[in-house]
């Protein structure tokens, strides 16, 4: 009996130390985007409040939008890795419904790329923009390292929010 409750304080000790050290990196990694974010190196997520990067991005249509267009927007950063279409657009629709403001989704890759993983550009239409980033610039200013991640900026070009779905993550 006493070397049972040895062998389970034991694994109990092990999954405290384990969520600890879960805790510590996430405190360590989250202090050091802002650390990074403040000294403004490439690729740091920019703090919340702060102004939206200047940028440029190509719609499907062909226009160019600024950052001064897409205020009031919630961006949406997909990569062109192995997310099944589906979830995608569950995960869209559940961002519409929730903001219940204009949507961008920022593709990053080629026309083709984005179009066979988004589908049909005229199904999005009536929900969404939808830009083609090839180089990844843009979510490069944003300071977005995964994808699928959303950004919302205010009405005064402020970023509001940032989200991240790691369930649909895109193995890169």
């Known amino acids: 009996m006493t070397d049972d409750v040895v062998t389970i304080s034991y694994c109990l000790l092990w999954i405290v130390v ?9 405190a360590l990694r989250s202090i050091l985007d802002y650390r990074d ?8 997520r920019i703090p919340i409040g702060t102004r939206a990067p ?19 927007h919630t961006l949406v950063f997909l990569g062109v890795g192995h997310v099944a279409r589906e979830k995608l ?5 559940y961002i519409v419904g929730r903001t219940k403001g204009p949507l961008c989704v920022v593709c990053q ?15 999005w239409n ?6 083609v980033d090839e180089q990844g610039s843009v979510a490069a200013a944003f300071g977005i390292k995964r994808t699928p991640s ?6 005064h070009g402020r970023i509001r929010t940032y989200g991240f779905r790691r369930d649909l993550e895109e193995n890169r």
């Open 109 to 123: 890759g080629t026309v083709n790329k984005c179009h066979e993983m988004l589908g049909p550009w005229d199904q």
């Open 18 to 26: 384990f969520a600890c050290g879960l805790a510590l990196e996430y």
């Open 54 to 72: 200047k940028f440029e991005a190509v719609l499907t249509n062909g226009v160019v939008v600024t950052e001064k267009a897409l205020r009031q």
């Open 150 to 155: 959303a950004v919302s900026v205010d009405a």
């Open 37 to 44: 974010a403040i000294a403004g190196r490439e690729g740091a």
């Open 89 to 93: 657009y569950t995960w869209i629709g």
């Open 126 to 131: 009536n929900m969404v923009r939808i830009a």
